[in-house]
């Protein structure tokens, strides 16, 4: 009796067990099924390579190098007495860093501090000592120079795009200092260049005539700017014999909008219109545009690090203005110059933050976070597609100052998630656009949304087909399902990058953690598919 009763209860307990199972593994089966559509969003992309755009001009990842903070000093100088390894003064891991970027060319010497600057006192062995009084009123040693800024661009391999001072300076200043640097003939400026170590002329790619004219330049209205602009334009001239062909002549650009009020669509009708009628003797090639991600308001308040999702999607809403801002000029441009002549030059953009604590706040210190590649991203996205008009654009700042590439602290250096994402974004050096046509989806949080997925496409110099995708969304993968017309795939490879946190950064001490990993794409047909990660930016060439 005690066994049959044992055995009917082992014979209960075995088939609640496997009902149990059962049950689990229903329940598995269950969460598969509906779960991952969830985790992962399917995006499908479409490419005809028979079909393409303008060229994406590589000087739209030009860099904006300021003496601000430790932008100038520390970050590229160092003095040749310096222990850190330089070449003549000049950083030997910066160099390295920035030629790997092949940084097209930079805008030196500001900003608002172009304005103020006078070139003489950084020529020759006596520098004076003057003062920076726009950031943070320290004193400018002058010992980077106009010499300095030549070796630095020769080492990294960039043009020099030179602002000059239309503020507290004058037509004949601007014009010594462009005879100076650029003519061959035996002037007595020529053979003071010759005497401070520098026979041969300099070649000066652009010329920046003033900078934010209607505000830290010297609040202009639009038409008193004109009349500057008209006369630097006419007698700032580059003298250089090996610019004087149509190859390689210096592109003159003039102070253009700092955002999309009226009062700055007025200033670009002012130029424009006065450019539809302008006579032989002056003549823009450029307009500058001014556009920083700020936030809701200024001075600017999100933190650079130590922040959430809410910052995150905030931050790349008011990211994304950049496409509106150009548009509206792009249309005010297409007015007066239906051929596209004169070119949009967003030669100052990137993320601006609250300063770090503890910095000096005129240094405009702040960190750089996966959030800032994604949103170097998102620009140069929005530059590519409006290639025909955006045909150069600068970061600012190139080192230690605002959305910089490399942060130095005395002999550290570390490459920022910008940097990162500059590196993986070569190829579309003087590539040609190719439209891609994508469902971008939406990704929402805290009451915003935004597209999920960005994606830009362009055959390479090469020949090579490249795709970047984006994937905005902080919380889930995207499987990207691309089709190709036009050519054969026969695979997909390139590099990814992501971090474990929007506010992830590199570190002196751990420089890896938001660096590229490789990326491979599953091949059938004339389908490629890629599974990207949460909060990334991919850049493959399709082979
Ligand atoms: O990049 C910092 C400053 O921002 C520049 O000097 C000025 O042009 C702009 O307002």
Request: aromatic share 10%; with cysteine.
């Given at each position: 009796?005690?066994?049959k ?13 496997l ?16 779960a991952i ?14 079909k ?21 000093y ?21 160099v ?34 003057t ?51 650029t003519t ?13 170590g ?19 330049g ?15 334009s006419?007698?700032?001239?580059n003298f ?37 009628h ?16 700020v ?42 110059d ?16 609250a ?14 976070t ?28 190139m080192?230690?100052?605002l959305?910089?590439?490399?942060m ?21 050096q003087?590539?040609?656009?190719v439209?891609?046509k ?8 805290d ?17 090579k ?63 490629l ?9 991919t850049?493959v060439?399709?082979?």
């Amino acid at each position: 009796m005690i066994s049959k009763l044992a055995h009917t209860s082992q014979f209960i307990l075995h088939v609640f067990t496997l009902f149990t199972r059962s049950l689990f593994v229903i329940l598995t089966l269950l969460v598969i099924t509906f779960a991952i559509p969830v985790l992962a969003q399917n995006v499908q992309l479409s490419v005809d390579v028979t079909k393409s755009g303008p060229k994406i001009d590589r000087n739209i990842f030009g860099q904006f190098a300021e003496h601000l903070g430790h932008g100038i000093y520390e970050g590229i100088w160092v003095g040749p007495d310096s222990k850190i390894p330089n070449t003549r003064g000049i950083r030997n891991d910066v160099v390295a860093a920035l030629k790997a970027i092949r940084v097209p060319n930079v805008r030196w010497p500001g900003g608002c501090f172009a304005d103020e600057y006078h070139w003489r006192n950084g020529i020759g062995p006596q520098r004076a000592v003057t003062l920076n009084p726009n950031w943070g009123g320290v004193s400018e040693p002058n010992t980077f120079g106009t010499h300095e800024f030549m070796d630095f661009l020769d080492q990294i391999g960039a043009d020099a795009y030179v602002s000059v001072n239309l503020g507290t300076g004058t037509p004949h200043e601007a014009a010594d200092w462009m005879e100076y640097m650029t003519t061959g003939q035996p002037t007595t400026l020529a053979k003071e260049r010759a005497a401070n170590g520098h026979p041969a002329p300099y070649k000066v790619g652009y010329l920046g005539i003033g900078n934010e004219s209607w505000d830290c330049g010297g609040n202009m209205t639009p038409d008193y700017y004109l009349s500057q602009l008209k006369i630097y334009s006419r007698f700032v001239r580059n003298f250089n014999p090996e610019q004087h062909d149509k190859q390689q002549p210096m592109l003159k650009i003039a102070v253009g909008p700092g955002g999309g009020e009226p009062r700055w669509t007025e200033w670009t009708e002012a130029i424009m219109q006065a450019y539809q009628h302008h006579t032989w003797s002056w003549d823009i090639d450029g307009l500058s545009m001014h556009s920083y991600t700020v936030g809701e308001h200024w001075p600017p308040s999100y933190k650079s690090v130590g922040f959430g999702e809410t910052e995150y999607i905030q931050m790349l809403k008011f990211t994304l203005n950049m496409e509106d801002l150009i548009n509206k000029h792009s249309a005010i441009m297409d007015k007066y110059d239906p051929q596209k002549k004169v070119a949009l030059v967003v030669d100052e953009w990137g993320a601006w933050y609250a300063p770090l604590p503890g910095s000096n706040p005129g240094f405009l210190v702040q960190q750089n976070t996966l959030l800032d590649g994604i949103l170097a991203a998102l620009n140069l996205n929005i530059f590519a597609r409006h290639a025909d008009r955006v045909r150069m654009a600068n970061i600012a700042q190139m080192i230690n100052v605002l959305q910089a590439m490399i942060m130095t602290d005395k002999e550290k250096m570390v490459l920022t998630p910008t940097y990162q994402v500059f590196k993986m974004y070569v190829p579309f050096q003087d590539s040609t656009f190719v439209p891609v046509k994508f469902d971008a989806g939406t990704y929402t949080h805290d009451n915003v949304s935004l597209p999920r997925v960005d994606a830009i496409a362009a055959k390479g110099r090469e020949g090579k087909l490249w795709l970047e995708v984006t994937n905005v969304d902080p919380n889930q993968s995207v499987e990207v399902e691309l089709s190709l017309a036009g050519t054969n795939a026969k695979s997909a490879t390139g590099e990814t990058l992501t971090a474990p946190k929007v506010d992830s950064i590199n570190t002196f001490d751990e420089p890896n953690t938001v660096v590229p990993k490789p990326i491979s794409a599953k091949v059938q047909g004339s389908k490629l598919t890629l599974k990207l990660d949460p909060k990334s930016v991919t850049v493959v060439s399709v082979e």
